[in-house]
């Protein structure tokens, strides 16, 4: 849980809560800008319009819900002390949303080791992550989804959980990512393909 003043945690109960996607983009501004002008209950605002949505993303990278909830502390932190530097022409959803995943591609590359798969694995062969134990036979669908993304690399995985778990659109994966919505596009569709395949091939083994 964020932990914040109280000041911050009455503003943020005053404020309804939005949580489609990056909200409303002129109201992030407004808040970002109140915080600028010393108005540190504003920031209360953006914590608890985002927190929800950023944790569940970060569960999905990490799997390790005490982990997203670190990484996700972490993001607010780092976002607060360099708020001076965001560019208020852009949208500071995408800007709190690429620090998050930033933070835990680092923590994934720290945490586990890199291997190469064989070559019928995939249009990137190379960059792919050990992962945990394959899940027991007539495992939930859940989890077996969980173990099947672990196998894509983290740029591609990105994507996926962005786009197809969590609902952003492409143009906001796009803002994001720092990248033009059609390498998204195309990163997505590789993805997809990845997944596919893998997940295929993991149903045509079962007995």
Known sequence: MIKLDRGARNAARREPVQEECLNDPSSDARLVEQV????????????????????????????????????????????????????????????????????????????????????????????????????????????????????????YRKVLILRDLEGFSCSEVAAIEGRREATIRWRLSIAREMFRKIWEGRQSKEP
Do not use: C
Not at 61 to 80: G, I, K, S
Not at 89 to 113: E, I, T, Y
């Open 36 to 155: 600028r002008t010393g108005q540190r209950e504003a920031f209360g605002v953006l914590v608890t319009r985002y927190e929800k949505k950023l944790e569940r993303v970060l569960r999905r990278m990490v799997r390790d819900p005490e982990q997203a909830r670190d990484l996700a502390q972490e993001t607010f932190l780092r976002v607060y002390q360099h708020l001076d530097q965001f560019d208020a022409s852009r949208r500071f959803g995408p800007w709190l949303f690429r620090v998050a995943m930033n933070l835990a591609v680092d923590w994934l590359r720290r945490r586990r080791p890199m291997i190469r798969l064989n070559q019928d694995s995939g249009p990137d062969r190379s960059g792919y992550e050990v992962v945990q134990p394959d899940p027991r036979p007539g495992v939930e669908l859940a989890q077996e989804v969980r173990y099947v993304l672990e196998q894509l690399p983290t740029h």
